[in-house]
């Protein structure tokens, strides 16, 4: 059975589904999945066996260069036809995608369930979820639906998630581990509300200094380059890295003890790649979007009910209380 799946963004929302497909793969046999995505995250895609076909499409550049929407047309039109359509992703530009593919079936979700409901209008036959449904149930309800699945969420069936990652050795990282405690800090995030503060993280990697001997901080960065660069030379315990690309950073994030990190998709990717986390939470509604799991722990200051946008409640969260989950994270 030949199916699309239209997911092309963000980072998050693309593991939380991307860590399904090898529960659906072993429910539903002989199953070829193309997955179209923003060119942006194609690496967060690529080496995963489940995966048979990536069609990425350059959505975020063509918002600068308006010619890109045609080559966009172009490379989705190009694919062949599909017996099944799924949009986990909710909106117009998602559904349109789906409208343009060869298919006769396209689901999503329903207009009550969904971010744009206009969107609904475009499929087939429609999901009804709570939009405030924790995510991973929310990507589950789709492929319940769509296969006609009998059982019901449970985090077990995502027991073999790490699978679904393909991680590939990076020639620019495999040296600089040594055999010291790897912890890494996840220190930015899409939005500024995401972003524990970085002298809230250097009172952290104080704490860790002066507990262990043996462990090194690594520090990545994307657009704060100055700023972390200034951190890292704050103490011996913390190591720069370079700038890296996704796939670098899934081969990283799988060498690493400990991932301490905002509510942002590097965070998530070490609990799909089930290495242990802590997850920070402070604009977002921490019990639709905290990944559990053994060794992965969620802390906010403040419950919120829904996204709210100037909120920025993770940085009254204390040095002290994220220090004293890493003992036991840190067997």
């Not at 793969?25 to 066996?49: A, C, G, P, Y």
């Not at 679904?164 to 509300?193: D, M």
């Not at 200051?301 to 994270?329: C, G, R, T, Y």
Request: one cysteine or more.
């Amino acid at each position: 059975m030949k199916i699309a799946i239209i997911r092309l963004s963000s980072l998050g929302d693309i593991i939380s589904t991307l860590v399904f497909l090898e529960y659906l793969k072993s429910e539903v046999k002989d199953l070829h999945i193309t997955w179209i995505v923003d060119s942006n995250f194609r690496e967060m895609l690529q080496n995963s066996s489940f995966i048979d076909e990536i069609c990425d499409i350059p959505l975020r550049k063509s918002k600068r260069d308006r010619k890109l929407i045609f080559e966009c047309f172009r490379r989705i039109r190009n694919l062949k036809e599909f017996e099944l359509v799924l949009d986990f992703q909710g909106l117009i530009k998602s559904a349109i995608i789906g409208k343009i593919l060869k298919t006769k079936k396209i689901i999503g979700y329903d207009k009550f369930s969904i971010r744009e409901r206009l969107a609904s209008l475009f499929y087939t036959k429609k999901v009804s979820i709570a939009y405030n449904e924790h995510i991973l149930k929310r990507q589950y309800a789709i492929l319940q639906t769509a296969f006609n699945l009998k059982k019901d969420f449970s985090l077990q069936m995502l027991e073999h998630r790490d699978k679904t990652i393909g991680v590939l050795e990076s020639e620019k990282l495999k040296n600089i581990f040594n055999k010291e405690k790897k912890i890494l800090f996840i220190l930015e995030a899409s939005k500024e509300q995401k972003e524990y503060p970085l002298d809230s993280f250097y009172q952290v990697a104080l704490g860790i200094e002066k507990k262990y001997r043996d462990v090194r901080i690594y520090l990545i960065w994307d657009k704060k380059e100055s700023e972390i660069k200034n951190l890292a030379s704050r103490s011996n315990v913390f190591y720069f890295l370079p700038h890296l690309n996704l796939a670098e950073i899934k081969f990283l994030i799988s060498n690493m003890n400990l991932i301490i990190g905002g509510d942002t998709g590097l965070t998530h990717l070490s609990w799909a790649l089930k290495i242990p986390s802590i997850t920070l939470y402070g604009n977002t509604p921490i019990e639709r979007f905290k990944l559990d799991g053994e060794n992965h722990i969620s802390i906010c200051k403040i419950k919120q009910e829904k996204i709210v946008k100037n909120d920025f409640s993770i940085a009254q969260i204390e040095p002290e209380l994220i220090l004293s989950h890493i003992k036991d994270l840190l067997k």
